[in-house]
């Protein structure tokens, strides 16, 4: 699975939106983009995923760039309850189709902290 | 939908000691993941269950670390006799058969873990 790099840390002022940035320029062509995060105190909860195109749901968007070496998550009205650790993380697609459920590999993250 | 449960939530031992977590995932979940999460780092898999089979466990330290999933339903997990270095929080998650369409998200559920701390 391809490695990715994230910053350490990152602030956002509460009700603006937060970008947090990852580089996966090793990503091959199978892999997917997912995003998941981690409030202090509690297990990583899923985000969102993509492969190539922009993705939006309830929490988050999703730009992955056209070469797809790097993506950028937005929370388009940051809140304090989104005060948490980010993990951006690369997945075979091979591991989903084949019912092996996928083996999720955490780097460090991005500490985000949303001020009032 | 019940989420994973995980117990004991806090455990202390002394080194040397032995100690298990137990970890029952979302009905009907075949796939199941023990993580390791160090104080500062992000999650360490350490072993991972489809159904009761183990499909990796390279990352296990099996001198003194067992897991078992033996229905294909719960898991414990069992750290003896535990190192200071086994401080840490254990996090349990699972994900649903997704069968050779594809289908889903490949999202995994994790429960809020087990905090070791050996002294």
């Known amino acids: 699975d391809a490695k990715t790099t994230q910053p350490p840390s990152m602030d956002c002022a509460e009700g603006r939106a937060a970008n947090l940035p990852c580089n996966h320029s090793t990503i091959s062509g199978n892999e997917y983009v997912y995003w998941y995060r981690q409030i202090h105190s509690q297990g990583p909860q899923y985000i969102i995923h993509?492969?190539?195109n922009n993705e939006t749901n309830e929490m988050a968007s999703l730009i992955i760039t056209e070469d797809r070496k790097s993506s950028t998550l937005i929370l388009p009205h940051a809140t304090l309850r989104d005060t948490a650790v980010y993990y951006c993380?690369?997945?075979?697609?091979?591991?989903?189709?084949?019912?092996?459920?996928?083996?999720?590999?955490f780097g460090q993250g991005t500490e985000l902290s949303v001020k009032p | 939908e019940a989420g994973v449960a995980q117990s004991p939530r806090y455990k202390i031992i002394e080194k040397r000691q032995s100690v298990a977590f137990w970890c029952n995932p979302i009905?009907?979940?075949?796939?199941l993941y023990w993580y390791q999460q160090i104080l500062g780092q992000g999650p360490k898999l350490l072993i991972q269950f489809q159904n009761n089979g183990v499909v990796d466990d390279s990352q296990l330290p099996k001198d003194r670390f067992s897991a078992e999933r033996l229905k294909g339903v719960d898991s414990t997990l069992k750290i003896q006799p535990a190192k200071l270095e086994d401080s840490a929080v254990y996090l349990c998650?699972?994900?649903?058969?997704?069968?050779?369409?594809?289908?889903?998200?490949?999202?995994?559920?994790f429960g809020e873990g087990s905090r070791l701390t050996v002294l």
């Open positions: 993509g492969l190539k």
């Open positions: 998650a699972s994900s649903p058969n997704r069968g050779t369409s594809g289908s889903g998200t490949g999202e995994l559920f």
């Open positions: 009905s009907g979940h075949a796939t």
């Open positions: 993380i690369v997945r075979s697609f091979t591991a989903m189709i084949y019912n092996q459920g996928g083996k999720l590999i």
